[in-house]
């Protein structure tokens, strides 16, 4: 694969003209992009439509965790717009994800990836929701990632920190799509666990999330540029 079809920019912006106006200014250089439930929300699945109209991979970043009807409702829609990647709460278990999965089989191009414990979760906020016990934070990122797969998910979201240990206990196939990475000597931008693109992938993701180091930039084509050399130096 090569270093660009690796890169997938988050388009966190509340509305469709900041979206758009990005898309433009990145041009070529970028072929896939990420609309979360923010950008939905005000944009609508137009904006979907557009980006997949351009030749664009569009991951929808759903993060489902809802009854399994309504998963697979929510994801064959994603498979009808035409998306590329969406993602499921490993937490929901083995029905919500397989639901996912088996609404995404009408679809050939469409990948279904787990969510397993959110970043921003500590190991204080597992155990007010009854995650206690021996598993640490790390363990049960693993155990949802296996559950995951087991319910025939294509890949898993992790942060640069879980990269490796998930791609060890995983396999090589399974795509590993990692968020929070930033540029050597770039600040962490509130990330817990974050890393550069190049680590991230050295670990075993086979694609990196990046949100505000291109689309805050004065220049989104340069920031992605630094991106892209990164990954291939
Ligand atoms: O921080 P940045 O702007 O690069 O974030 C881009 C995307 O990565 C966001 O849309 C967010 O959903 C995701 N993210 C994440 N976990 C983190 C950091 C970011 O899932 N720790």
Known sequence: MDA???IIVALDF???????????????ECRFYKVGLEL?????????????GQ??????????????????GAVRVAGSLG???????????????????EAARDFPGLRVLALTVVTSMTAADLADVGVTGAASTEDQVVRLARLARGAGCHGVIASPREAGRLRGALGPDPLIVTPGVTLPGESSGGHARSGTPRAAVAAGASHVV??????????????FRLVRADLER
């Open 40 to 52: 939905l929300t005000a944009a609508g699945p137009g904006l979907i439509e557009s980006l997949v």
């Open 210 to 223: 990046v949100g505000r180091t291109v689309t805050r930039s004065d220049d989104p084509a340069a920031a």
């Open 83 to 101: 998306v590329s990647m969406v993602t499921v709460h490993a937490m929901g278990g083995t029905g919500i994800v397989s639901a996912a999965v």
């Open 4 to 6: 660009t079809s690796r």
């Open 14 to 28: 509340d509305d469709r003209r900041a979206a758009d106006d990005l898309v433009a200014r990145l041009g070529e």
């Open 55 to 72: 030749g664009k991979d569009v991951f929808l970043d759903l993060k489902l965790f809802e009854i399994p009807n309504s998963v697979a």
